[in-house]
């Protein structure tokens, strides 16, 4: 589904992103998991991309330092606008490491 955004200079260290963006999700789904997707970029900056049940959404988060308890940035989202904030959050941490 990520193919086509540039995450660089990320290079992404997990994928297991295996839903189909054109069809209705599958609550029952054992690909619908807090383990998706996870691009590691210098500075120790994570980006990072997981289902959560407890909320039926998806969560991006910006982590830097391995804190996962005060994430940089944080968002709930469902499978129609994932693609675009995903593309979004790519370039905020591009931005990021420019300006260092």
């Given amino acids: 589904m990520f193919e086509k955004i540039s ?8 994928e297991d992103f295996h839903i189909e963006i054109n ?3 599958d609550f029952e789904d054992d ?4 383990d998706m997707f996870k691009v590691q970029y ?8 997981g ?4 909320i039926n959404k998806f969560i991006i988060y910006i982590i830097k330092d391995f804190d996962w308890d005060n994430p940089i940035q944080k968002t709930e989202c469902d499978l ?3 693609y675009y904030k995903t593309e979004t959050y790519a370039i905020y941490i591009r931005d990021l ?3 260092k």
Avoid: A, Q, T
């Fill in 51 to 54: 289902w959560y049940d407890g």
């Fill in 80 to 82: 129609v606008d994932l």
């Fill in 7 to 14: 995450f660089y200079p990320g290079k992404v260290i997990y």
């Fill in 42 to 49: 210098p500075d120790n900056l994570i980006l990072d991309i």
């Fill in 23 to 25: 069809k209705p999700l």
């Fill in 97 to 99: 490491l420019s300006k």
């Fill in 31 to 34: 690909g619908l998991k807090e």
